[in-house]
């Protein structure tokens, strides 16, 4: 059957992928879809799947090249491009960080190439909780005033690893050893146009964004905070809850997210265990013979 997209009827942007069995071979026509189909959607729901981690590695590609995490203690032994999220506790002399990404922020936009889309696989739900909430960067650059869309056009932020505001919100994991190596001061313009479909919009306006080139700290932290509290507006934002066996993505230039903050796991009633890729660049269509799960 044809692949059906499928929009949210109560949320802002979104859709589920019907049609579509990753457990097969993606065809050319299908990467062409996808590619297309996940920035105009913003995100991507593929419901019932059944991946094993080679097999969500394989399909991950069709979206760029998998990028392993620079916290590689969070690693999945094996597969190193796919970052483990729960909140089972098992040694808590090794912390797994489980709320190190309940804040609003973009992921990888602390390195020169960040993610292009990161993709999250649902092992294990908790009956409540465990969502993550997005913002659309794209409606929140139209819905500004044509002053400040102005002024924010020619910018260009500073990034680096963390959360700005961790004072006042959650923590990204700590940095541990050679990781603090690995990670360095980075910048990326503030007004981005999408390489797909050359949307225009906000990036990374939350977390890793430390200041603005030849702007002092003091003006440019109050702008971006302005901006941050502008783009995760009710207006702009949907919350995700996953089922169990499904694939969510998420366009990492068009949005941003942030994890529901959750407890530590109790019993199978409240844990959560999640697979996640992120990618970069962008879909070949000579990877789409090859992309079978």
Not at 36 to 55: G, S, Y
Not at 186 to 210: D, F, M
Not at 230 to 256: G, K, N, Q, S
Request: glycine residues 6%; hydrophobic residues 40%.
């Amino acid at each position: 059957m044809p692949v059906e997209f499928r929009p949210s009827q109560d949320e802002k942007f979104g859709a589920l992928v019907v049609g579509l069995d990753l457990s097969g071979t993606v065809t050319a026509a299908d990467l062409e879809t996808l590619r297309r189909a996940l920035p105009n959607h913003r995100t991507l729901r593929f419901a019932d799947q059944a991946l094993k981690p080679e097999d969500f590695v394989r399909f991950s590609q069709i979206f760029g090249r998998p990028q392993p995490h620079v916290l590689e203690h969070l690693r999945l032994p094996g597969h190193p491009e796919i970052l483990v999220l729960t909140n089972i506790v098992e040694d808590r002399s090794r912390p797994n960080g489980h709320n190190g990404a309940a804040f609003w922020h973009t992921d990888n936009s602390y390195e020169a190439e960040p993610a292009s889309a990161t993709m999250l696989y649902a092992r294990e739900v908790p009956r409540t909780g465990g969502e993550t909430l997005l913002c659309d960067m794209g409606l929140a650059y139209r819905g500004l005033s044509e002053a400040l869309r102005q002024r924010c056009d020619n910018l260009v932020v500073r990034h680096s690893y963390g959360n700005r505001d961790q004072d006042t919100e959650h923590a990204a994991g700590a940095l541990q050893g050679s990781q603090l190596k690995n990670v360095s001061e980075v910048t990326h313009p503030l007004v981005q146009s999408h390489p797909v479909t050359g949307e225009k919009c906000l990036y990374a306006v939350a977390a890793s964004s430390r200041g603005i080139v030849g702007m002092p700290d003091d003006e440019a932290l109050d702008l971006l905070s302005e901006l941050k509290a502008h783009c995760t507006r009710p207006d702009y934002t949907v919350t995700h809850a996953y089922a169990v066996d499904e694939l969510f993505i998420w366009d990492t230039i068009l949005t941003m997210h942030a994890a529901a903050v959750i407890d530590e796991a109790r019993d199978a009633d409240n844990t959560r265990l999640m697979h996640r890729i992120s990618v970069k660049g962008y879909p070949s269509p000579a990877l789409a013979g090859t992309a079978s799960a």
